[in-house]
């Protein structure tokens, strides 16, 4: 179990400190890194001029510039956005809480919607009932994000439900298909025959099985829900993380969406390592 | 059912028909601005009306349409052949290219596909052409959306690399190029084309998010990210309903894809 973690650990570190370093690259690769606006300012001396100009040096080569940034990181300095003009912890501190309510509640009515959708599949096998919830999941894998957002905005609808509608189609296919599997499994076949009642079939039999696949779906979910934050947030004008990141992007602000990057991938990376973890253990002890 | 799959055919057929006639069909240029009608209802002269710069709504709509529908496949094809280039060798060679090449895969997979297409997006330059713009968008989608396919790819190539099939070759004396190319690589086939298939939609909707973002193709080049941008200018659903028409049209397209790929019955 330890080696596991450790593997794990390691795992976690490697990827977000590439991830960190592919988008700190493609960050000083961009078009007008290094430029500073305050050169063009026609009040400013040659001396000052001179003194922006070396304040940059630092940034030149990207493998100092990231173990600056990391030693930054590990001292809890994150830097200052230059296009806010506030500290990156600041903005970290006052929007992470918003995009973490409404991943949450994302969370619950995707998951909702889509597992109670697929659940009575598995016992009823009614075809206008399966007509109608793949037509509803097919309808909203169909309209971007952003235009669901819109409509919940123009309506006044809680914006949480447009995370939920994003992720819902994926869960309820992903659920439908899991289930679908498992009800031909010996052990579930078994115990219908034995006239087990279909609530104690379900729980008994139904999940716990599949309990790893479950698991994995919750951090893809994760992952989809980190993906449709940024529209739902963007036009509901939400202050969260999502919109940061699209203000970084849209002033280019490659401090900041660095950051985001790197937190983003590294609470993906984590819930994927949680889900893995957990699974193998369920599997080892099943 | 078979007349959904009909419908779907249907709808993906004129569509695709309609945006390469969309030169001829199409009443004005896209970019063309009739000054004295701004925001006009849908008319004779204008089927859909007119948007706030005087553009004609259904010009836009048949050019928008031609951009997005031509280039999410081109940008589906870079995916698939990326995916089979790096799935393929990962999987046939094995070892430490694999782990390599997956660790790649893992990392791109571990960003969720906004973020990065927000910062990729990002850091082109400011001063783009419309051109540039839509080569742009397509492109970083092409490039970014290999990861999970090489995957599935990889996992393919490592079974076929210990087939019996492939042992039989390598027994006769065939070499690894040759054994790559003339047995593993078709048998990739199918699995790339359903890749292809299945990113295609995806590449639809993710313009389409970056366009409503504005961070998508650059105007005055339209395409149904950016006819939808309009959409946020809307004050009530009931206002303006020819407004919704390149919505309605790309959730008919989107669908269309995807009743083909749940009945399996595109072409593998």
Known sequence: ?286 | MIWIRNAAIGILVVTFAACLLAGTVAPASYAKQFREEPDAAPSHQHWLGTDDLGRDRFSRLLQGTRISLLLAPAAAFLTAVLAGLIGGIAGYWGGWTERVLMAAADLVLSLPWLFLLLTARALMPLNVSPMNSVAITFLILGCLGWAAAARVVCAGAKSLRESDFSLQARALGCGEARLLLRHVAPNLRPMLMTQFWISIPVFILAEANLGILGLGVVEPLPSWGSLLKELSGLTAISGQPWVFVPLLLLVAVVTSFQVLLVDQELPS
């Open chain 1, 1 to 286: 179990m330890l080696f596991r973690l450790a593997k794990h650990a390691t795992r976690i570190l490697l990827i977000t400190l590439a991830g960190g370093f592919l988008a700190l690259a493609l960050a000083r690769l961009a078009p007008g890194f290094g430029v500073d606006e305050r050169e063009f300012d026609s009040r400013l001396s040659d001396e000052t001029r001179a003194a922006i100009r070396q304040s940059h040096d630092s940034e030149r080569n990207i493998f100092r510039f990231y173990f600056i940034w990391l030693r930054g990181v590990a001292r809890g300095e994150f830097g200052v956005s230059p296009s806010l003009n506030q500290p990156v912890k600041q903005l970290l501190a006052e929007r992470l809480p918003v995009t973490a309510k409404l991943l949450a509640w994302g969370l619950v009515v995707g998951w909702g919607l889509g597992f109670g959708l697929a659940v009575p599949l598995a016992f009823v096998s009614g075809r206008a009932y399966e007509l109608g919830a793949n037509a509803i999941a097919t309808l909203f894998l169909c309209v971007p994000a952003a235009v669901l957002a819109l409509f919940f905005l123009l309506t006044r609808s809680p914006s949480a439900w447009v995370v939920g509608l994003v992720i819902f189609p994926k869960v309820f296919r992903y659920a439908r298909t899991l289930l679908r599997q498992t009800a031909t499994l010996p052990h579930v076949l078994t115990a219908r025959a034995k006239g087990l009642s279909s609530m104690r079939v379900f729980l008994w039999h139904y999940l716990p099985p599949a309990a790893p696949q479950w698991l994995a779906l919750v951090a893809v979910s994760l992952s989809l829900a980190l993906s449709a934050a940024v529209p739902v947030e963007v036009v509901c004008d939400l202050p969260g993380i999502g919109q940061l990141a699209w203000k970084a992007a849209m002033a280019r602000d490659m401090y900041l969406l660095v950051c985001l990057t790197g937190i983003v991938t590294l609470a993906t990376v984590l819930m994927k390592s949680a889900s893995e973890l957990l699974g193998e253990s369920l599997r080892v002890r099943a």
